[in-house]
């Protein structure tokens, strides 16, 4: 894995052995970026939120499909290395984390409810 290749590395190890093994790596992570990460960050119908005295972020993700397919670490790596800060990085941990959600009504939280899958017996 890339970080205990780093690691090796800035350890003293060999280059020459290790880093066409990091080359292979970055490929194969570059490849699964072009088509996991594709299907799940822009199909998921990501939404912009633009107000005049605040900017906010709202997106909506089709988990199942993300959790078959994406470890929640690695998205979490690759939010990282594309530069979303350490803060906005732990809400989307909290996000994956949790079974809980809030809605905005008319501007204003509601408590929270837990969120499931599926529909439950007796829903139309």
Known sequence: DLVEIDKNL???ANPDEL???RAD??????EINQMDLKDVAQKPKSDGL???????FG???DFAKANDFVHWDFLLDVLSAFGFGSKWCHWIRGIFGSNMASVLVNGNP???????RGLKQGDP
Request: hydrophobic share 35%.
């Open 25 to 30: 790596l970055n490929r194969k992570l570059y």
């Open 50 to 56: 633009l107000r005049e005295k605040e900017a906010s």
């Open 10 to 12: 800035d350890e003293g």
């Open 19 to 21: 880093l066409p093994i």
């Open 110 to 116: 509601t408590t929270e409810f837990p969120i499931y």
């Open 59 to 61: 997106f909506r993700v």
